[in-house]
């Protein structure tokens, strides 16, 4: 594995494939390329697409899997009786015949008829049921989805990825990172035609925007730090740093940090020139992230959370929770750290749904679990309401075990809620005001597929 109201649930069965080059084997920072794949598991039912093929027996894993559905993104399904259990109280959309206030005529409207236009003579001429602009409310906008059943449906930016893993979101375009295939990528917002920013990259990880550029780690031939220009620019393709393995990075007005494989920090100005090592003798350190003064990253194989000063992390460090499971990946908000723990794993793999979603405030005290019993969460983004995160799912004898989610969770606590039920292999997630994006990598050739689907 590598590296939000009223949310509905709704499951799909994908094509069981063998699992794709540049796949985990040792641990959490070791993956090669090639290799043998695992071995499918049965396919669940579809109710679109044809039947998947069978999956390949793997050096480890089962024998072959039956025919299961197709790969695409499963509906959100508002008829769903589950669908009530994920919603939230005061979050969800209004019911399909009742109003929003203010809005006229809503008594007169049948169920999934609306009155958006506020003009008498003509009734209620919207479908809330259908209509993308007013779906299960006037002015309720799905951004380029389908509404089926009132209910926005998730918007497949791009299918057809190899291995899609780190993404990031401005006010215009979505980018992300194509690991089997060494490309950068972006595409509109709302969905059009997708463009390579870079290729050639070796095994590009992690992804992290900032006004005029793209940056990633490439963790493999040595590894480097790699920045291009937004519009793929040509010439504006670069190599900001050397690394070992670098595995997450973060970004701020003029200096770019990343963790290493051989346990080192560093950082090196985002215009490129020579890195400083910061932090020396990490346990393996993967998610970096920071603030306006401070860094935060986390040591995997300590199971620790720590910070320090930018001007100098090593001086001023702070462990600010220890004993954690695995931590893999960290965000801020202004009062508090995230981060989540993958929980139980064997050879790259997780073998339990026992990961958690974590938070303590940035001046310490008690970590607090907001999630737990998570089927491997890898990474997560925060909103000043919830915690979203993704569950990449379990492996039993290294057959996939279809349970992948995307999810979210109170950013003061509570009952997790899904986003989507389904996604296959989902890893690197973002948000903005308005959607959640993740990328999922699917298992085997070109199954990965990037995703939006707004917040309810």
């Known amino acids: 594995m590598r590296r939000s ?9 994908f094509v069981a494939m063998a699992f794709m080059a540049c796949r985990y084997t040792t641990s959490l920072d070791e993956y090669s390329a090639g290799g043998d794949g695992f071995g ?31 790969g695409s993104v499963p509906d959100v399904d508002a008829s769903n009786p589950d669908a009530d259990a994920a919603k939230q109280d005061g979050d969800s959309a209004p019911p399909l015949d009742a109003c929003p206030d203010g809005q006229p005529n809503c008594g007169n409207c049948t169920i999934g008829r609306l009155d958006c236009d506020d ?30 059943g009132g209910t926005c449906q998730p918007l497949e930016l791009a299918t057809g990825q190899p291995m899609s893993w780190g993404i990031a979101v401005d006010a215009t375009r979505v980018y992300w990172s194509n690991q089997a295939n060494g490309e950068i990528r972006s595409v509109p917002l709302n969905g059009g035609t997708s463009a390579a920013l870079a290729t050639g990259q070796n095994n590009p990880g992690d992804v992290v925007i900032d006004t005029q550029y793209v940056y990633w780690t490439n963790f493999s031939s040595g590894g480097a730090v790699m920045r291009v220009a937004k519009d793929g620019t040509a010439g504006s393709l670069k190599q900001i740093s050397s690394g070992t393995g670098p595995w997450s990075l973060t970004v701020d007005d003029a200096n770019a940090w990343f963790t290493n494989s051989d346990g080192t920090i560093r950082q090196v100005a985002k215009a490129g020139g ?59 908000s202004a009062s508090d750290v995230y981060w989540v723990s993958p929980g139980t794993y064997e050879y790259g793999q997780c073998t339990a749904a026992d990961g958690a979603v974590m938070k303590i405030a940035k001046t310490g005290g008690t970590p607090v679990v907001l999630a737990s019993g998570q089927a491997c969460p890898v990474d997560l983004a925060v909103d000043g309401t919830h915690v979203y995160f993704t569950n990449e799912g379990t492996f039993a004898s290294g057959v996939y075990q279809y349970d992948g989610a995307v999810m979210r969770v109170k950013v003061t606590g509570g009952q997790p809620e899904a986003v989507l039920v389904g996604p296959v292999v989902p890893y690197g ?28």
């Open 274 to 332: 020579s890195s400083t090592t910061v932090i020396t003798g990490a346990l393996n350190p993967k998610g970096i992230t920071s603030d306006t003064t401070l860094l935060f990253w986390l040591e995997t194989d300590a199971g620790k959370v720590l910070k320090g000063p930018k001007s100098n992390p090593a001086s001023g460090k702070v462990e600010l929770a220890t004993g954690q499971k695995k931590p893999l990946s960290v965000v801020v």
């Open 40 to 70: 499918g598991s049965t396919g669940e039912g579809g109710s679109a697409g044809q039947g998947g093929g069978g999956g390949v027996a793997g050096a480890t894993g089962g024998g072959a899997g039956q025919a299961g559905s197709d």
């Open 119 to 148: 003009n008498t003579a003509n009734g209620c001429e919207t479908d809330g049921t259908i209509d993308s602009k007013n779906c299960g409310a006037c002015d309720h906008d799905c951004l380029g989805g389908l509404c089926k």
């Open 429 to 456: 997630i973002a948000v903005d005001t308005s959607a959640v994006y993740w990328t999922a990598q699917g298992l085997g050739g070109n199954a990965g597929t990037v995703v939006k689907l707004v917040k309810e």
């Open 5 to 13: 109201y009223g949310l509905t649930l709704a499951a799909l069965g």
